[in-house]
């Protein structure tokens, strides 16, 4: 297997032979962002690109190239100064609460317990139903916390708080997930094995995720097609499609394939990186 094949510069729409446009679960069209007005730097210039429907889709780049910002426009809690946002095909101005967002911290409520810091995004959206409790224990149980829905945050280790997270974002239901470097504030064992039981579960899911990570093993291990954000907003975004067969696991990392697609893309990093 040769190494990962370079995309586009510009993301964008995606293709299929005869032209033809492949559906997409999120679309950015040449959107532009800055904190303010004036002579204040542009934190995102004229970025588009698309996520299908089942995709995993990573996000990498060097720290203040935008990546949270990014997130914070699909999620609706910033607007773009210009360019178009499109929800399943249809402009989408009122994002709040129709994208799932799980920030880089875990966010539990220290005084809920496991259980009812999942059940949250449920109440929210519905207020409880019969039947809510009984959904997440399952869910719980499936996450390798069954025996920690009636304990607190402070009582979790690192993992099993990042779980938990997890399964609160997963309980509300959208179907695209933006995770934002959730492992990345983990130590390294716990790390891999974060990384091996999402490996495990993807495929149950029958969602789309859009990922922020720094490690680029992680990137290549979890995605399907990965972004390079610039480190000069003027410069392109860059698009890398991973040719890494599914189903994955972790010991793929020490594979030729792999290694070679980590030297790859750390070149093309550091070329779109470099100011």
């Not at 005869?18 to 004036?38: K, T």
């Not at 975004?237 to 792999?258: A, D, F, S």
Request: proline residues 6%.
């Amino acid at each position: 297997m040769g190494p990962a094949r370079f995309l586009s510069e510009t993301g964008g729409s995606l293709f299929v032979t005869g032209g033809l446009p492949i559906s997409a679960i999120i679309s950015l069209q040449q959107i532009n962002y800055s904190f303010a007005q004036g002579d204040k730097a542009p934190i995102i210039t004229d970025l588009s690109l698309d996520v299908r429907a089942g995709e995993f889709v990573s996000i990498i780049g060097v720290s203040g190239s935008g990546k949270s910002t990014l997130f914070k426009l699909i999620a609706g809690l910033l607007e773009p100064q210009s360019g178009e946002i499109r929800l399943n095909g249809n402009p989408a101005p009122k994002r709040l609460g129709k994208v799932a967002y799980m920030p880089q911290k875990d966010l539990l409520l220290p005084w809920r317990t496991v259980l009812d810091n999942c059940l949250l995004p449920l109440e929210l959206a519905r207020g409880k139903r019969r039947g809510d409790k009984a959904s997440i224990r399952d869910k719980l149980e499936r996450f390798g916390l069954g025996g920690y829905a009636d304990a607190y945050p402070d009582e979790l280790s690192g993992g099993m708080k990042q779980r938990a997270a997890f399964l609160r974002t997963l309980a509300s239901g959208q179907d695209l997930l933006l995770l934002d470097e959730p492992f990345g504030a983990l130590d390294a064992m716990t790390k891999r094995g974060m990384q091996r039981w999402l490996l495990a579960l993807w495929g149950e899911l029958n969602k789309t995720v859009l990922f922020i990570t720094h490690d680029l093993e992680e990137a290549i291990l979890l995605s399907d097609r990965i972004y390079i954000m610039p480190g000069n907003p003027t410069q392109a975004l860059q698009e890398w499609k991973v040719t890494l067969p599914r189903p994955r696991y972790y010991e793929m990392n020490y594979e030729p394939e792999l290694i070679m697609l980590r030297q790859d893309l750390e070149q093309q990093l550091h070329a779109q990186t470099t100011f």
